[in-house]
């Protein structure tokens, strides 16, 4: 049972991670997207869509989390 739980938790914060480097890269994007839209409002909300995906894309990683910390702990692991 260790081994598995231990299998859990390693592949819970791979995921984490993972997760929260796409989104934080994404982030980088649209903020250098809205930057160098020089007035343009089409390649400006661009870059604002591409960073509030990336914000709503963390939170659903974090989300993720939470709740999978949740079941684990409800299972008794």
Known sequence: ???????????????TQVGATVAAVFLMWGAYMYMSASGNPHR???????MWCAVVGLVIVVAARVIAGMVRSAVGA
């Open 1 to 15: 049972m260790d081994a598995i739980n231990n299998l859990f938790t390693n592949l819970l914060n791979l995921g």
């Open 44 to 50: 400006m909300e661009r870059g604002t869509s591409a």
